[in-house]
């Protein structure tokens, strides 16, 4: 029996861009933005053109993306014009795709949405910035965290100055620490640990039991090498944290120090015998950086048993690690 392909050819995707159905316009829009060769990305560029002011929302959102997929520099302008659109999901797409486009040109655009943007937009321009042109953007981040009210709209820019590396910010974004919202003191301490600046480690801390927040805080208190230690003691010997934060704070203090923690191992250890498969992987992963002859007998009860029988390829690899250190 002969199945059709589930997915549009290239010239479907052309005609379907003016279909009546939005869904049909948007998966036409998705399928242009894998255009090969010269030829095509010109055709997907006029008929994406076409669509950045389509009807309904989702479409204009799609074409964003679309349009910064394609990498021709001159997208720039047609999706800088959803900068200014009425629907947050499409005007946040537009300053999305414009970092992903990396068009200089677009800075000044998405200068003025972090200037006179809605909060929504201001949160994406100043990444974006950082992506079009990081040396122009550090300055203008610099004023706008003076002035800026907005908690996730601060984050944003204290994450993007972060990603800069100009350590000179450093004190600005370590008054956030004391920010009344948790997600902007987060931010701020992530910030300042891409900035390797110690600061961070007690507001990050506090974090490693979140349900929503742990993740980020243990790795960037990674980024903090051995300074991070004891956080990571503390944290392992309470009962506090999702499974897979304790997971990766064993790891990366096996990894750190020198790789003797009683905790840190029992933690690893009992991952490998989770009954959920994202556990067990993790754990394995984990291992692969700092297991030692402690790990071994778990390695190969796991490597024996049923649950282990799709992770053998990854567990024969630290195996062999151990065999050579």
Request: charged share 25%; net charge negative; hydrophobic share 50%.
């Amino acid at each position: 029996m002969y199945h059709r392909s589930k997915g549009l050819s290239f010239e479907a995707a052309l005609r379907d861009m003016g279909a009546s159905s939005p869904k049909g316009r948007v998966m036409a829009a998705e399928t242009l933005a894998s255009a090969q060769g010269e030829e095509q990305r010109d055709q997907a560029f006029d008929a994406l053109a076409a669509g950045i002011g389509d009807a309904k929302p989702e479409v204009r959102t799609t074409v964003c993306y679309s349009l910064a997929a394609l990498e021709l520099p001159a997208a720039w302008e047609l999706i800088a014009l959803c900068l200014s659109d009425a629907v947050p999901e499409v005007r946040q797409s537009a300053a999305i795709a414009l970092g992903t486009l990396g068009a200089k040109p677009a800075f000044d655009a998405l200068a003025e949405a972090l200037r006179e943007g809605p909060a929504d937009l201001r949160f994406q321009a100043a990444t974006s910035l950082v992506e079009v042109d990081a040396e122009a953007a550090y300055p203008l981040l610099i004023a706008t965290l003076a002035e800026e009210e907005d908690a996730e709209v601060l984050g944003a820019i204290a994450l993007s100055l972060g990603a800069i590396g100009n350590a000179e910010c450093a004190n600005a974004i370590a008054d956030l620490l004391d920010h009344s919202a948790p997600q902007t003191r987060l931010d701020a301490a992530y910030a300042l640990a891409q900035l390797g600046d110690r600061r961070a480690s007690q507001t990050l801390a506090t974090f490693l039991a979140d349900a929503d927040l742990g993740w980020d805080a243990v790795i960037a208190l990674e980024t903090l090498g051995a300074d991070s230690l004891s956080h990571f003691e503390a944290f392992l010997e309470s009962p506090a944290g999702e499974a897979r934060v304790r997971l990766r704070a064993a790891g990366a203090h096996l990894t750190l120090g020198e790789g003797t923690h009683a905790s840190a191992q029992t933690c690893l250890i009992d991952g490998l015998r989770s009954r959920k498969v994202e556990l067990r992987g993790l754990a394995l992963e984990e291992l692969s950086k700092c297991a030692g002859d402690w790990a071994k007998p778990a390695l190969l009860a796991l490597h024996k048993s049923f649950r282990g029988r799709r992770m053998r390829d990854e567990i024969d690899t630290v195996l062999a690690q151990l065999e050579a250190a």
